[in-house]
C-alpha cells in the first residue's frame, strides 16, 4: 500500500477557491480536504467539494467518447466509439461549415481554471475564426457595475471583515455560497459586531444574523438610494472624502433627496422604519463592510444597483479602515498578474468575428440567418457548462439543441441534460486528473492543481482534446504543441514566482490592506464615479408590469440549492439525497390563498413555460414572493423540467446579464 498527499485547488465557481489536500492510495483518491495552511480555507471545504472523489468515481463517470445514433427529440441513445474516430469526424463537420462564425463554443465556469477553462480551447477559436462568446450568465451585470464605479472588480480584503463592527451581508447566503467569508464575519459576530441580512428569502444565513430585511427582488438599488437619503438628511456624510474621492456627488445626491424612507419603503417592500434604523447603523457603527453577492444584480437593473451600493462607503469614508468598505468580487486585482495573450487573440489575425450572447443562446439557437444577426449556427461545442439546465428560457434552449441540422459536441464527466442533445459526448478528466492554475474572485490569491492521478478510463483533459482538434483540422502553429506546462508557465506575468506556486500550492498578490483609504480607485482620475447611477426597476414586477402582475402576481427567485453549485453536482447522490426533490418555497399567506398545502406537488408557471415542484410552505419566504430553488438537472426533476422553465431572456442595464430573478409566475396544483 502507497499513500501520498497532493496540493489542489478546487475548480469551482465559488469565491472562496479553496487550497486542497488529495491523499491517494494505491493510485486511486481516498480523500479531499482544505489544507489548514491556506489562510483563505484554513482547513475546512463545503459539503460538496469534500464529496469529489464520490464524484471523480461516480458509477455514471463518462470514460469513452460517445456518438449519437437516435434523433434528438427521441430518448437518447448513443454509441461507444474510437477517440480516433470521434476527432476525424468532428474535425471534418467543423471544416466543412463555410463561415466559421457559424461555429458556436459555449463554455463557462465548470473549472475556473486558467489552463482547463480557456487556454488552448480559446487559441482553437481564435485560429479558426470561430464565433466568440459574451460570458455574462453569472456575473457581468455586478462586474459592469463595479468598473463603471471603481474601474475594475475590486474591493476589500475577505479576510479584514472579522475587524468590521458592521457587517451588511447584501444579496449573499454566505452559509451556503460562500462558507470562508461566514468564518470571518462569525468571528467579528462573537466579538460584538453587528450582522445585518438583506436578502427576499429568509436564508440560513438570515438565520444567523441579527436583522433580515426581505427588501423585494430587483429593489436593492432604491433601498442603496433611500439609505443615502438618510445620510445627507442626518449629515452623516465624510464629506472630505467625498470632495477627494467622488465625482459625480452633486448629481447623485439630487437623485437620493428624492427617496424619502416613505417612498423607498414603499418600493422595496418594507417598512420606513427599518430604512431608517438600517441608514443609522451603516452610519453610526464603524467600521462597517458590506458584503455584496450575485443574486442581487440578476434583475434588470443589477448594474445599477451594484453602482449604488457600492457608492455607500465612498459617501461614509468607510474605505478609509482596513476593515471598512465593500466585497462583491475581488478578481480584479488579479488583472495585472494574468497573461492576456494565453489564449493568443494574434491568431484571429485581424478578423473579428460575431459575438453571441450565452445568457441568449436559446434565441440564437433558433435565429435564421440575416445581416443583422449573420450565419444560422451549425456548430456548437459546449465544454465546462450544461447550457440546456443553466441557461434561461429553456423551452427554448431545447429546442434548439434539437435541431437535426445542428452539429453539438459536449465534453463532460456526466450524461447532462446538454450531453444528452448532443452528437458526440467525449469524456474530460475532472480537477484530480489535469495540472491547472487558478485566480480567485474572492481573496488575492493565485493556486496550482497537480493531478493527483491518472485519467480516468479514456478521459482526456480539455486542453488535449483541443489540441487533437486541432491538428486534426490542420492546424500547425506551434500554440497547438504546447504542454500543460507549459500553458501554465505563460498564465502569469513574471510577478509569479511559478516555482513557490508548484511547492507551496498558492501565492499571495501584494494588494495593500486598506486599498482605497487615499483613493486610488482604477478609474481614469483615481476617483470613484456616481454620475449616471440610479434606480432600474424589474421588467416583471407589480409596480412596473401591472397588466402580467394581474395574471402572475408572484415574484419568483431562484436562488441555489444549498448542496449543489449551480447544475454541478446534482448527480451525486449524498448530495441529491440532502436536497430530497426539487422545492419551491411558499409564504403560508400566498398558499392559504391558493388552498395549496405544504408538501403538495404544484406548478409555476408563467406564457414562457411550467415548472413542477414540491411546495414546501416556509417563513423562509416573504409574502409575495416564492422561492425556486435550483438548479435541478431538468431530467432529475418533476417532469422533466427545471426553474428556468420560466425565467426570460431579457438582458440587464448593464453588462448584458441575464435578469433570472426578474421573473413573475403564479402557483397551482399540479
Known amino acids: 500500500m502507497t499513500t501520498r498527499t497532493v496540493l489542489g485547488a478546487c475548480p469551482h465557481d465559488c469565491p472562496d477557491t479553496c487550497a486542497l489536500q488529495v491523499t491517494v492510495e494505491n493510485e486511486r483518491v481516498i480523500k479531499v480536504q482544505g489544507r489548514a495552511e491556506h489562510p483563505n480555507t484554513h482547513g475546512a471545504l463545503c459539503t460538496k467539494v469534500s464529496r469529489y472523489p464520490e464524484r471523480t468515481y461516480h458509477a455514471e463517470r463518462l470514460l469513452h467518447p460517445l456518438k449519437r445514433v437516435s434523433k434528438k427529440t427521441e430518448a437518447p441513445a448513443f454509441v461507444q466509439v474510437t477517440w480516433a474516430e470521434a476527432i476525424a469526424d468532428i474535425a471534418a463537420k467543423l471544416k466543412a461549415v463555410k463561415d466559421p462564425q457559424a461555429i458556436q463554443p459555449y463554455s463557462y465556469a465548470g473549472t475556473m481554471g486558467l489552463i482547463q477553462g480557456e487556454a488552448m480551447a480559446g487559441r482553437l477559436w481564435n485560429a479558426l475564426g470561430a464565433a466568440r462568446l459574451d460570458r455574462t450568465i453569472c456575473a457581468s451585470a455586478g462586474g459592469a457595475g463595479l468598473a463603471a464605479t471603481y474601474g475594475h472588480k475590486l474591493g476589500m480584503h475577505t479576510r479584514h471583515f472579522a475587524g468590521a463592527k458592521l457587517i451588511v451581508i447584501w444579496g449573499s447566503n454566505s452559509i451556503t455560497s460562500n462558507l470562508h467569508f461566514w468564518t470571518y464575519a462569525n468571528q467579528a459576530k462573537r466579538e460584538g459586531a453587528k450582522l445585518i441580512c438583506i436578502d427576499p428569502r429568509k436564508t440560513e444565513t438570515a438565520d444567523k444574523c441579527h436583522q433580515h430585511i426581505a427588501v423585494l427582488p430587483g429593489t436593492d438599488g432604491a433601498l442603496a438610494l433611500g ?119 494574434d491568431l484571429l489575425a485581424g478578423r473579428a468575428p460575431r459575438m453571441v450572447n450565452m445568457s441568449t443562446i436559446g434565441d440564437a439557437l433558433l435565429a435564421e440567418a440575416s445581416p443583422e444577426f449573420g450565419p444560422r449556427i451549425e456548430a456548437l461545442v459546449v465544454y465546462n457548462s450544461n447550457p440546456v439546465a443553466v441557461a434561461p428560457e429553456s423551452p427554448k434552449v431545447v429546442k434548439g439543441f434539437q435541431r437535426e441540422d445542428l452539429f453539438t459536441v459536449v465534453l463532460e464527466h456526466f450524461m447532462t441534460d446538454t450531453a444528452d442533445l448532443a452528437d458526440y459526448v467525449l469524456p474530460a478528466t475532472t480537477q484530480l486528473e489535469h495540472l491547472d492554475v487558478h485566480t480567485s474572485y474572492g481573496h488575492t490569491d ?6 493527483a492521478v491518472a485519467p480516468l478510463g479514456e478521459a482526456k483533459t480539455n486542453t488535449q482534446i483541443f489540441r487533437e482538434l486541432a491538428a486534426a483540422m490542420g492546424l500547425t502553429d506551434p500554440a497547438f504543441s504546447e504542454t500543460d506546462e507549459q500553458l501554465a508557465a505563460q498564465a ?41 447611477a ?81 411546495l414546501k410552505v416556509s417563513k423562509r419566504a416573504r409574502p409575495g414572493v416564492v422561492n425556486g430553488l435550483g438548479v435541478w438537472w431538468r431530467k432529475l426533476g418533476l417532469e422533466g423540467s427545471n426553474v428556468n422553465e420560466v425565467t426570460h431572456q431579457r438582458l440587464t442595464d448593464m453588462g448584458n446579464a441575464p435578469a433570472f430573478y426578474d421573473c413573475l409566475v403564479e402557483v397551482e396544483a399540479a
Open 227 to 345: 439609505l443615502m437619503h438618510e445620510l445627507i438628511k442626518n449629515d452623516w456624510l465624510d464629506q472630505d472624502y467625498i470632495d477627494r474621492h467622488v465625482d459625480g456627488w452633486d448629481e447623485l445626491r439630487e437623485k437620493a433627496l428624492a427617496w424619502d424612507p416613505e417612498r423607498t419603503a414603499a418600493t422595496c417592500g418594507i417598512t420606513a422604519d427599518e430604512v431608517r434604523g438600517l441608514a443609522r447603523d451603516y452610519a453610526t457603527i464603524k467600521p462597517a463592510a458590506i458584503r455584496m453577492n450575485y443574486g442581487l444584480q440578476r434583475v434588470r437593473g443589477g448594474g445599477n444597483a451594484v453602482r449604488l451600493i457600492a457608492l455607500l462607503p465612498c459617501l461614509t469614508g468607510a474605505w478609509r479602515h482596513e476593515s471598512g468598505g465593500m466585497l462583491l468580487s475581488a478578481s480584479g486585482w488579479n488583472a495585472p498578474f494574468k497573461n492576456p495573450n494565453l489564449e493568443r487573440p
Open 446 to 451: 493565485v493556486l496550482m492543481n497537480q493531478p
Open 492 to 532: 502569469f506575468t513574471a510577478d509569479i514566482d511559478m516555482d513557490l506556486l508548484r511547492t507551496q500550492g498558492w501565492q499571495p498578490l501584494p494588494i495593500p490592506e486598506a486599498p482605497f483609504a487615499n483613493g486610488g480607485f482604477r478609474t481614469p482620475n483615481g476617483r470613484a464615479q456616481a454620475a449616471g
Open 534 to 614: 440610479d434606480y432600474v426597476p424589474n421588467y416583471e414586477s407589480v409596480a412596473s408590469a401591472p397588466e402580467l402582475a394581474a395574471r402572475y402576481p408572484l415574484a419568483m427567485i431562484s436562488p441555489p440549492a444549498r448542496n449543489f453549485l449551480n447544475s454541478s453536482f446534482v448527480n451525486v447522490k449524498s448530495l441529491r439525497d440532502i436536497e430530497a426533490e426539487p422545492v419551491i418555497e411558499m409564504h403560508a399567506d400566498d398558499a392559504a390563498a391558493r388552498q395549496l398545502a405544504d408538501g403538495a406537488r404544484v406548478a409555476a408557471f408563467n406564457d414562457r413555460g411550467r415548472y413542477v415542484a414540491t
